[in-house]
Protein backbone atom coordinates (compact mmCIF):
# COMPACT_ATOMS: atom_id res chain seq x y z
CA UNK A 1 0.00 0.00 0.00
CA UNK A 2 1.53 3.81 -0.76
CA UNK A 3 1.91 5.81 1.88
CA UNK A 4 -1.36 6.69 3.85
CA UNK A 5 -3.30 10.45 2.51
CA UNK A 6 -3.99 12.29 5.63
CA UNK A 7 -6.55 15.15 6.56
CA UNK A 8 -5.58 18.31 8.62
CA UNK A 9 -8.08 18.42 11.19
CA UNK A 10 -9.05 22.18 12.86
CA UNK A 11 -7.06 20.67 15.73
CA UNK A 12 -3.83 20.66 13.87
CA UNK A 13 -3.97 17.20 14.29
CA UNK A 14 -3.50 14.48 11.04
CA UNK A 15 -6.10 12.19 10.29
CA UNK A 16 -5.62 9.71 7.96
CA UNK A 17 -8.68 9.54 5.42
CA UNK A 18 -8.72 5.50 5.41
CA UNK A 19 -9.93 3.62 8.36
CA UNK A 20 -11.18 0.38 9.21
CA UNK A 21 -15.01 0.06 10.38
CA UNK A 22 -15.64 -1.71 13.40
CA UNK A 23 -18.97 -1.70 14.10
CA UNK A 24 -20.31 -5.25 14.20
CA UNK A 25 -16.83 -6.65 14.33
CA UNK A 26 -17.21 -9.23 16.35
CA UNK A 27 -15.05 -9.11 19.59
CA UNK A 28 -13.12 -12.94 18.27
CA UNK A 29 -12.48 -11.10 15.15
CA UNK A 30 -11.66 -7.74 15.48
CA UNK A 31 -8.42 -8.28 16.96
CA UNK A 32 -6.96 -9.87 14.34
CA UNK A 33 -8.63 -7.73 11.47
CA UNK A 34 -7.47 -4.42 13.48
CA UNK A 35 -3.89 -5.81 13.34
CA UNK A 36 -4.15 -7.50 9.88
CA UNK A 37 -5.39 -3.53 8.79
CA UNK A 38 -2.73 -1.88 10.50
CA UNK A 39 -0.40 -4.63 8.73
CA UNK A 40 -1.76 -3.90 5.44
CA UNK A 41 -1.08 -0.03 5.79
CA UNK A 42 -4.19 1.35 7.22
CA UNK A 43 -3.28 4.08 9.95
CA UNK A 44 -6.94 4.61 11.30
CA UNK A 45 -9.42 2.59 13.08
CA UNK A 46 -12.73 3.42 13.98
CA UNK A 47 -14.94 2.20 16.84
CA UNK A 48 -17.31 2.74 19.98
CA UNK A 49 -18.44 2.25 22.88
CA UNK A 50 -21.41 0.69 21.39
CA UNK A 51 -19.54 -1.99 19.72
CA UNK A 52 -18.96 -3.53 22.50
CA UNK A 53 -15.54 -4.37 21.00
CA UNK A 54 -13.29 -1.93 22.39
CA UNK A 55 -11.23 -4.83 24.56
CA UNK A 56 -10.47 -7.08 21.15
CA UNK A 57 -9.49 -3.86 18.98
CA UNK A 58 -7.42 -2.31 21.67
CA UNK A 59 -5.97 -6.05 21.49
CA UNK A 60 -5.21 -5.60 17.74
CA UNK A 61 -3.30 -2.35 18.08
CA UNK A 62 -1.26 -3.65 20.55
CA UNK A 63 -0.17 -6.77 18.97
CA UNK A 64 0.64 -4.49 15.89
CA UNK A 65 1.96 -2.04 17.85
CA UNK A 66 4.56 -4.70 20.02
CA UNK A 67 5.17 -5.99 16.75
CA UNK A 68 5.99 -2.54 14.98
CA UNK A 69 8.90 -1.90 17.68
CA UNK A 70 10.15 -5.31 17.86
CA UNK A 71 10.92 -6.71 21.41
CA UNK A 72 10.51 -3.13 22.90
CA UNK A 73 6.77 -2.97 25.17
CA UNK A 74 6.40 0.68 25.20
CA UNK A 75 2.94 1.38 24.94
CA UNK A 76 2.95 4.52 24.23
CA UNK A 77 5.84 6.07 22.31
CA UNK A 78 6.69 6.59 19.10
CA UNK A 79 4.30 3.69 17.18
CA UNK A 80 1.69 5.09 19.09
CA UNK A 81 1.92 8.21 17.15
CA UNK A 82 1.45 6.27 14.01
CA UNK A 83 -1.74 5.23 14.03
CA UNK A 84 -5.01 7.04 14.63
CA UNK A 85 -7.68 5.76 17.36
CA UNK A 86 -11.15 6.87 16.95
CA UNK A 87 -14.05 6.32 19.39
CA UNK A 88 -17.52 7.47 20.59
CA UNK A 89 -19.05 8.82 23.72
CA UNK A 90 -22.32 6.32 24.14
CA UNK A 91 -26.29 8.06 24.34
CA UNK A 92 -26.38 6.52 27.86
CA UNK A 93 -22.88 8.79 28.96
CA UNK A 94 -24.49 12.63 27.91
CA UNK A 95 -24.99 13.43 31.27
CA UNK A 96 -22.56 15.87 33.52
CA UNK A 97 -19.22 13.41 34.32
CA UNK A 98 -20.75 11.13 32.20
CA UNK A 99 -18.55 11.93 29.33
CA UNK A 100 -14.88 11.39 31.54
CA UNK A 101 -16.57 8.69 32.73
CA UNK A 102 -17.46 6.71 29.75
CA UNK A 103 -13.81 8.06 27.80
CA UNK A 104 -11.83 6.75 30.94
CA UNK A 105 -14.11 3.39 30.34
CA UNK A 106 -13.15 3.73 26.39
CA UNK A 107 -9.86 4.15 27.46
CA UNK A 108 -9.35 1.08 29.58
CA UNK A 109 -10.64 -1.14 27.30
CA UNK A 110 -8.38 -0.16 24.51
CA UNK A 111 -5.57 0.13 26.65
CA UNK A 112 -4.76 3.63 25.79
CA UNK A 113 -3.55 6.48 27.15
CA UNK A 114 -5.15 8.93 24.79
CA UNK A 115 -7.60 8.57 22.12
CA UNK A 116 -7.07 10.63 18.61
CA UNK A 117 -10.13 11.62 18.02
CA UNK A 118 -13.37 11.21 20.48
CA UNK A 119 -16.92 11.58 18.88
CA UNK A 120 -20.12 12.54 20.45
CA UNK A 121 -22.21 9.74 18.92
CA UNK A 122 -25.39 10.71 18.37
CA UNK A 123 -26.58 14.12 19.01
CA UNK A 124 -29.79 12.66 21.54
CA UNK A 125 -29.22 11.01 24.86
CA UNK A 126 -30.50 7.83 26.93
CA UNK A 127 -31.47 8.02 30.37
CA UNK A 128 -31.57 5.19 33.16
CA UNK A 129 -29.12 2.45 32.30
CA UNK A 130 -29.70 -0.37 34.58
CA UNK A 131 -25.71 -0.95 33.59
CA UNK A 132 -23.12 0.09 31.51
CA UNK A 133 -23.43 -2.19 28.62
CA UNK A 134 -27.18 -1.40 29.07
CA UNK A 135 -27.35 0.68 25.73
CA UNK A 136 -30.73 1.49 25.09
CA UNK A 137 -32.36 1.63 28.30
CA UNK A 138 -36.47 1.27 28.75
CA UNK A 139 -38.71 2.93 30.89
CA UNK A 140 -41.41 1.79 32.61
CA UNK A 141 -43.57 1.35 28.97
CA UNK A 142 -40.86 -0.63 27.88
CA UNK A 143 -39.83 2.40 25.01
CA UNK A 144 -36.21 3.62 24.83
CA UNK A 145 -35.85 6.15 27.61
CA UNK A 146 -34.92 9.45 25.67
CA UNK A 147 -33.54 11.97 27.64
CA UNK A 148 -35.42 14.79 26.30
CA UNK A 149 -33.43 17.28 28.51
CA UNK A 150 -30.11 16.29 26.42
CA UNK A 151 -27.79 19.25 26.87
CA UNK A 152 -25.90 19.40 24.16
CA UNK A 153 -23.52 22.65 24.94
CA UNK A 154 -23.32 21.01 28.32
CA UNK A 155 -21.74 17.54 26.54
CA UNK A 156 -19.76 19.74 24.36
CA UNK A 157 -17.87 21.78 27.15
CA UNK A 158 -16.70 18.61 29.06
CA UNK A 159 -15.94 17.36 25.64
CA UNK A 160 -13.69 20.55 25.53
CA UNK A 161 -12.31 19.46 28.94
CA UNK A 162 -11.65 15.52 27.69
CA UNK A 163 -8.74 17.57 25.45
CA UNK A 164 -7.96 19.92 28.43
CA UNK A 165 -6.84 16.43 29.86
CA UNK A 166 -5.13 15.04 27.14
CA UNK A 167 -7.25 12.20 27.11
CA UNK A 168 -8.28 13.23 23.52
CA UNK A 169 -6.51 14.84 20.67
CA UNK A 170 -9.48 15.75 19.08
CA UNK A 171 -13.27 16.33 19.27
CA UNK A 172 -16.08 16.09 17.10
CA UNK A 173 -19.35 14.82 16.62
CA UNK A 174 -21.58 12.15 15.10
CA UNK A 175 -24.70 12.01 13.13
CA UNK A 176 -25.50 16.36 13.62
CA UNK A 177 -27.31 18.20 11.68
CA UNK A 178 -26.21 21.37 10.23
CA UNK A 179 -28.38 23.02 13.35
CA UNK A 180 -26.55 21.71 15.97
CA UNK A 181 -23.42 21.85 14.17
CA UNK A 182 -23.90 25.67 14.08
CA UNK A 183 -24.73 25.68 18.12
CA UNK A 184 -21.46 24.38 18.81
CA UNK A 185 -19.90 26.33 16.44
CA UNK A 186 -21.06 28.96 17.99
CA UNK A 187 -20.24 28.43 21.83
CA UNK A 188 -17.55 26.38 21.51
CA UNK A 189 -14.22 27.04 22.53
CA UNK A 190 -12.70 23.99 21.20
CA UNK A 191 -15.04 23.60 17.34
CA UNK A 192 -16.27 19.90 16.62
CA UNK A 193 -13.22 18.51 14.54
CA UNK A 194 -15.43 16.26 12.32
CA UNK A 195 -18.44 15.15 11.72
CA UNK A 196 -18.87 11.31 11.07
CA UNK A 197 -22.51 10.49 9.27
CA UNK A 198 -23.58 7.99 6.48
CA UNK A 199 -22.64 9.31 3.22
CA UNK A 200 -21.95 6.57 -0.21
CA UNK A 201 -22.57 7.38 -3.75
CA UNK A 202 -26.29 7.87 -3.65
CA UNK A 203 -26.57 9.50 -0.31
CA UNK A 204 -23.62 12.32 -1.17
CA UNK A 205 -24.91 14.78 1.75
CA UNK A 206 -23.83 17.59 -0.66
CA UNK A 207 -25.69 20.01 1.52
CA UNK A 208 -23.65 18.94 4.41
CA UNK A 209 -20.72 18.84 2.57
CA UNK A 210 -20.69 22.42 1.43
CA UNK A 211 -21.59 23.68 5.25
CA UNK A 212 -18.31 21.69 6.89
CA UNK A 213 -15.72 22.66 4.01
CA UNK A 214 -16.87 26.24 5.03
CA UNK A 215 -16.57 26.15 8.33
CA UNK A 216 -13.85 23.69 8.59
CA UNK A 217 -15.19 20.59 9.90
CA UNK A 218 -13.86 16.98 7.82
CA UNK A 219 -16.74 14.57 7.48
CA UNK A 220 -16.25 10.99 7.51
CA UNK A 221 -18.27 8.53 5.71
CA UNK A 222 -19.88 5.75 7.33
CA UNK A 223 -21.58 3.13 5.32
CA UNK A 224 -19.53 3.84 2.20
CA UNK A 225 -20.00 0.37 0.84
CA UNK A 226 -24.13 0.53 1.75
CA UNK A 227 -23.47 -1.59 4.66
CA UNK A 228 -24.51 -4.40 3.11
CA UNK A 229 -24.30 -6.84 6.80
CA UNK A 230 -26.66 -5.25 8.40
CA UNK A 231 -30.28 -6.15 8.92
CA UNK A 232 -32.09 -3.20 7.48
CA UNK A 233 -35.70 -1.82 8.72
CA UNK A 234 -38.37 -3.31 6.30
CA UNK A 235 -38.90 0.06 4.77
CA UNK A 236 -35.52 0.97 4.72
CA UNK A 237 -33.63 2.20 1.39
CA UNK A 238 -31.15 -0.77 1.14
CA UNK A 239 -28.24 0.85 -1.04
CA UNK A 240 -27.16 -1.68 -3.99
CA UNK A 241 -23.58 0.01 -4.65
CA UNK A 242 -20.79 -2.76 -4.67
CA UNK A 243 -22.70 -4.21 -7.82
CA UNK A 244 -23.76 -0.79 -9.89
CA UNK A 245 -23.43 -0.99 -13.97
CA UNK A 246 -21.52 2.65 -13.43
CA UNK A 247 -19.10 1.38 -10.38
CA UNK A 248 -18.80 -1.62 -12.17
CA UNK A 249 -17.26 0.44 -15.70
CA UNK A 250 -15.23 2.29 -13.77
CA UNK A 251 -13.67 -0.16 -11.72
CA UNK A 252 -12.88 -2.24 -14.75
CA UNK A 253 -11.16 0.65 -16.19
CA UNK A 254 -8.93 0.79 -13.46
CA UNK A 255 -8.79 -2.76 -12.84
CA UNK A 256 -9.98 -3.01 -9.40
CA UNK A 257 -13.17 -3.64 -7.35
CA UNK A 258 -16.35 -1.87 -7.20
CA UNK A 259 -15.75 -1.62 -3.46
CA UNK A 260 -12.45 0.20 -4.09
CA UNK A 261 -13.99 2.32 -6.26
CA UNK A 262 -16.28 3.13 -3.46
CA UNK A 263 -13.67 4.18 -1.22
CA UNK A 264 -11.34 6.00 -3.52
CA UNK A 265 -14.30 8.47 -4.14
CA UNK A 266 -14.53 9.86 -1.12
CA UNK A 267 -10.81 10.02 -0.54
CA UNK A 268 -10.26 12.24 -3.50
CA UNK A 269 -13.29 14.45 -2.19
CA UNK A 270 -11.19 14.38 1.31
CA UNK A 271 -13.57 13.25 3.08
CA UNK A 272 -12.58 10.37 5.65
CA UNK A 273 -14.18 6.81 4.48
CA UNK A 274 -14.21 3.67 7.25
CA UNK A 275 -15.24 0.66 5.52
CA UNK A 276 -15.84 -2.24 7.82
CA UNK A 277 -14.43 -5.58 7.16
CA UNK A 278 -13.40 -8.52 9.40
CA UNK A 279 -12.25 -10.61 6.53
CA UNK A 280 -8.85 -10.37 5.77
CA UNK A 281 -8.97 -10.36 1.84
CA UNK A 282 -10.99 -7.81 1.98
CA UNK A 283 -9.48 -5.87 4.23
CA UNK A 284 -6.42 -5.80 2.17
CA UNK A 285 -8.27 -5.24 -1.10
CA UNK A 286 -10.38 -2.22 0.92
CA UNK A 287 -7.03 -0.80 1.86
CA UNK A 288 -5.33 -0.76 -1.81
CA UNK A 289 -6.85 2.22 -2.78
CA UNK A 290 -3.74 4.89 -2.92
CA UNK A 291 -1.84 3.26 -6.03
CA UNK A 292 -5.09 4.80 -8.24
CA UNK A 293 -6.81 7.81 -9.40
CA UNK A 294 -10.20 8.58 -10.46
CA UNK A 295 -10.40 11.01 -13.18
CA UNK A 296 -12.20 14.42 -13.21
CA UNK A 297 -14.97 12.85 -15.80
CA UNK A 298 -15.06 9.56 -13.41
CA UNK A 299 -15.59 11.57 -10.59
CA UNK A 300 -18.51 13.55 -12.08
CA UNK A 301 -20.37 10.35 -13.42
CA UNK A 302 -19.90 9.26 -9.81
CA UNK A 303 -21.20 12.29 -8.59
CA UNK A 304 -24.20 11.97 -10.64
CA UNK A 305 -24.95 8.51 -8.84
CA UNK A 306 -26.31 10.91 -5.71
CA UNK A 307 -30.12 10.58 -5.42
CA UNK A 308 -30.27 12.56 -1.66
CA UNK A 309 -31.65 11.86 1.53
CA UNK A 310 -34.19 9.75 0.16
CA UNK A 311 -31.63 7.54 0.34
CA UNK A 312 -30.07 7.67 3.52
CA UNK A 313 -30.20 4.30 4.84
CA UNK A 314 -29.75 4.47 8.43
CA UNK A 315 -32.74 5.13 9.93
CA UNK A 316 -32.62 2.98 13.28
CA UNK A 317 -32.70 5.77 15.72
CA UNK A 318 -35.01 8.21 14.07
CA UNK A 319 -37.61 5.34 14.16
CA UNK A 320 -37.37 4.88 18.19
CA UNK A 321 -41.15 6.31 19.47
CA UNK A 322 -40.20 9.42 21.04
CA UNK A 323 -37.52 10.31 19.37
CA UNK A 324 -39.55 12.67 16.47
CA UNK A 325 -40.65 14.52 19.60
CA UNK A 326 -37.25 15.32 20.88
CA UNK A 327 -36.00 19.17 20.31
CA UNK A 328 -33.70 17.49 17.99
CA UNK A 329 -35.07 16.45 15.43
CA UNK A 330 -35.60 15.80 12.60
CA UNK A 331 -32.35 13.48 14.03
CA UNK A 332 -29.86 13.09 11.25
CA UNK A 333 -31.29 15.63 8.94
N1 LIG B 1 -21.39 6.93 13.76
C1 LIG B 1 -22.34 6.08 13.45
O1 LIG B 1 -23.51 6.23 13.86
C2 LIG B 1 -22.04 4.95 12.55
C3 LIG B 1 -20.71 4.64 12.32
N2 LIG B 1 -20.39 3.58 11.51
C4 LIG B 1 -18.95 3.31 11.31
O2 LIG B 1 -18.70 3.20 9.90
C5 LIG B 1 -18.18 1.92 9.59
C6 LIG B 1 -18.60 1.48 8.20
O3 LIG B 1 -19.99 1.38 8.06
P1 LIG B 1 -20.75 -0.03 7.99
O4 LIG B 1 -22.13 0.16 8.42
O5 LIG B 1 -19.96 -1.05 8.70
O6 LIG B 1 -20.84 -0.32 6.44
P2 LIG B 1 -19.84 -0.54 5.21
O7 LIG B 1 -20.43 0.22 4.10
O8 LIG B 1 -18.46 -0.33 5.61
O9 LIG B 1 -20.08 -2.07 4.89
C7 LIG B 1 -19.60 -3.10 5.69
C8 LIG B 1 -20.15 -4.43 5.16
O10 LIG B 1 -19.64 -4.67 3.84
C9 LIG B 1 -18.96 -5.92 3.79
N3 LIG B 1 -17.79 -5.71 2.93
C10 LIG B 1 -16.63 -5.09 3.25
N4 LIG B 1 -15.80 -5.04 2.20
C11 LIG B 1 -16.45 -5.64 1.18
C12 LIG B 1 -16.10 -5.89 -0.16
N5 LIG B 1 -14.92 -5.52 -0.64
N6 LIG B 1 -17.00 -6.54 -0.94
C13 LIG B 1 -18.21 -6.92 -0.43
N7 LIG B 1 -18.60 -6.71 0.84
C14 LIG B 1 -17.72 -6.07 1.64
C15 LIG B 1 -18.61 -6.25 5.22
O11 LIG B 1 -18.57 -7.65 5.43
P3 LIG B 1 -17.21 -8.44 5.86
O12 LIG B 1 -16.83 -7.96 7.21
O13 LIG B 1 -17.67 -9.86 5.85
O14 LIG B 1 -16.20 -8.14 4.79
C16 LIG B 1 -19.77 -5.62 5.98
O15 LIG B 1 -20.85 -6.50 6.01
C17 LIG B 1 -18.72 1.06 10.74
O16 LIG B 1 -18.07 -0.19 10.83
C18 LIG B 1 -18.52 1.97 11.92
O17 LIG B 1 -17.16 1.99 12.30
C19 LIG B 1 -21.36 2.86 10.88
C20 LIG B 1 -22.69 3.14 11.08
C21 LIG B 1 -23.14 4.20 11.93
O1 LIG C 1 -22.58 3.47 15.03
C1 LIG C 1 -23.63 2.87 14.90
C2 LIG C 1 -23.83 1.85 13.90
O2 LIG C 1 -25.13 1.88 13.39
C3 LIG C 1 -26.05 1.52 14.34
C4 LIG C 1 -27.42 1.30 13.78
O3 LIG C 1 -28.04 2.46 13.37
C5 LIG C 1 -26.05 2.50 15.44
O4 LIG C 1 -26.38 1.75 16.55
C6 LIG C 1 -24.76 3.15 15.76
O5 LIG C 1 -24.95 4.52 15.78
Not at 127 to 148: C, S, T
Not at 233 to 253: F, G
Not at 276 to 295: A, E, H, P, Y
Amino acid sequence: MAAQKNVKLSSGKMMPLLGLGCWQSPPEEVAIAVETALDAGYRHIDTAYNYLNEEAVGKGIHAWMNKAKGASKIINGAVRKEIFVVTKLPMIGMYAGGIEEYLRKSLKKLQLDYVDLYLVHSPIGFKGAAHDKDLMPKNKDGLVNIDYGTDQIAVWKEMEKMVDLGLTKSIGVSNFNEKQLRRLLAIGRIPPAVNQIEMHLEFQQLEMHKFCKENNIILTAYGPLGSPGRQYLNDSYKPQLLNNALVKMVADHHKVTTAQVLIRYWIQRNVVVIPKSTNKGRIQVNGDVLGFQLTEQEMEALLGLNKGPSCRSFRQYAMIPGVKEHADCPFFV
